[in-house]
């Protein structure tokens, strides 16, 4: 941890609060094995826009592999995921970043069971593949629009072009605060 007591302070400040956790994964070349698919973690995502086109946007700590990857294609997945312990599991399975040697999320992913190739003929290239996952509750399909470099960070904004509906169950979805995960607690009364 920094000794600068301002920079303790400003990361203790933000562990407190509980933040979204959902997973990104992008496309990938049409003859890429599927155990070279990638993909990642994140608990900076939300929303931007809704007119004239709904955005989002999240950032990426860099150098990343799925950063790279991203910046190869159009098309990237976001995952909202549900509260639940198989949630967690594929964080962690997702958040091995390139200083740990990268993650190989799909390595021990089954097609067909742990995900699906997403298919629209009309942000569908045939050149490529968008792997889905089918554990989550939903998944927006978004091109990218635009990226910008904050210190050690890419910003990222994207055009929602699709919604995949996996579960309609209103859950609040899967919570990170502080090394934990949550899920949604009981509405305050007004």
Not at 52 to 81: M, R, T
Not at 154 to 177: A, F, K, P
Request: net charge positive.
């Amino acid at each position: 941890m920094s000794t600068n007591p301002m920079v303790t302070c400003f990361r203790q400040s933000m562990q407190r609060i509980s933040f979204p956790t959902m997973i990104i994964t992008t496309s990938a070349f049409i003859d890429t094995p599927s155990a070279n698919f990638h993909g990642l973690a994140v608990s900076s995502m939300t929303s931007l826009s809704v007119k004239p086109a709904p955005l989002l946007h999240f950032n990426i700590q860099i150098p990343s592999l799925s950063s790279k990857n991203l910046h190869n294609h159009d098309l990237f997945a976001v995952h909202q995921l549900k509260p639940a312990p198989a949630s967690v599991d594929l964080v962690k399975n997702f958040s091995r970043g390139i200083r740990h040697g990268g993650t190989k999320p799909f390595e021990n992913l089954i097609e067909n069971t742990d995900y699906s190739i997403y298919k629209n003929a009309k942000y569908d290239s045939e050149q490529t593949v968008l792997p889905i996952l089918k554990q989550v509750e939903r998944v927006l399909i978004c091109k990218k629009r635009d990226i910008f470099t904050a210190a050690d960070h890419e910003i990222w904004v994207g055009e929602v072009v699709d919604c995949v509906v996996r579960d309609e169950t209103n859950t609040g979805g899967l919570l990170h605060s502080n090394g934990k995960f949550f899920k949604l607690g009981q509405q305050i009364l007004a």
